[in-house]
């Protein structure tokens, strides 16, 4: 679940070893900017926040919801703007009111299909449906590039990205919600993500919280745990045709993204690797961050 609160965030206590890897890396971090599509919810906990160690990093985030965007403006003013837009494909389309707000969507969660499962029913039903214009993200933002692109936005992430091939161009990670199953209908599972991910030249790295529910029997709910997966957040980063051809600050800031966010150590050594001048004192210093803190092996 993503953080409730209205509290002024709270300052977020960071490694040693993400401090020093921010000073070794120095100004070719700084502007670190992250585009947050589906931000309802966002808290200093959301998965970005070790990122924006990084000097002058921002947050452009969008949701619907145009109170939500005042109370997350209010909360996170200057660093982090909220814009009250849904991004899709430009057209005019249904906004649905669940009962649990962090499942309302531009889809209509399939109902029959939740039911079969335990626990989803009563968040997915739709109190109320509201006519809305979405907004293509390529149009939302004036920006050839990013540093983190994350997407949740329950069933409609192939939209967002089908309308974003400027901004994807420059992107180095994105960071999207998928669903294995159809708990929306008409949405598009993994699989198309995928091959439209890999088409815009981007590679799968791993799933980040991968969840389950236990399936129902009639009235019966067995089992000591969750055996089917039905959704994750899909993280992609570049292909390696991509990396060879990125300048030495996309590369750093890539490696900042992957070590900060994700503890992928080895993806971002590769990508200083990949840098042609200074890499061996960049690699050299990395490593030896690695090694005083125990992450080298």
């Not at 401090?19 to 070794?24: D, I, K, R, W």
């Not at 969008?62 to 109370?71: G, I, R, V, Y």
């Not at 294995?180 to 799933?207: C, K, L, S």
């Not at 200074?278 to 080298?296: C, K, T, V």
């Amino acid at each position: 679940m993503k953080d409730e609160s209205h509290a002024p965030p709270a300052p977020i206590a960071r490694p040693q070893h993400h401090q020093e890897f921010a000073e070794l890396l120095g100004a070719r971090i700084d502007g670190y900017t992250v585009i947050d599509i589906g931000a309802h919810g966002t808290g200093t906990d959301d998965v970005y926040a070790s990122a924006l160690t990084a000097r002058d990093s921002r947050v452009i985030g969008f949701e619907p919801d145009a109170d939500d965007c005042s109370t997350l403006n209010a909360r996170f003013a200057p660093r982090r703007r909220y814009l009250p837009f849904a991004i899709g494909d430009g057209q005019p389309g249904s906004f649905h009111h669940c009962r649990s707000p962090l499942v309302s969507s531009l889809l209509h969660p399939d109902t029959e299909f939740v039911a079969r499962y335990e626990g989803l029913a009563a968040p997915c039903d739709v109190i109320g449906i509201s006519p809305i214009r979405t907004m293509k993200l390529d149009d939302a933002v004036e920006l050839d590039s990013c540093d983190f692109l994350k997407i949740d936005v329950q069933g409609a992430s192939l939209p967002v990205l089908e309308h974003a091939t400027r901004l994807l161009r420059g992107t180095s990670v994105v960071h999207a919600e998928v669903e294995f199953v159809p708990i929306y209908r008409g949405e598009a599972p993994f699989g198309e993500i995928d091959r439209f991910m890999t088409t815009a030249g981007f590679m799968f790295h791993h799933f980040h919280g991968i969840e389950g529910r236990r399936m129902l029997a009639g009235g019966r709910v067995v089992g000591q745990r969750v055996s089917q997966m039905l959704w994750a957040d899909a993280v992609y980063i570049p292909a390696f045709d991509r990396l060879a051809a990125m300048s030495p600050d996309a590369l750093c800031r890539l490696a900042w993204t992957m070590h900060a966010v994700y503890g992928a150590v080895d993806v971002a050594m590769a990508c200083l690797a990949h840098i042609p001048d200074g890499a061996p004192a960049l690699a050299n210093d990395y490593q030896s961050i690695l090694s005083r803190h125990g992450l080298e092996s």
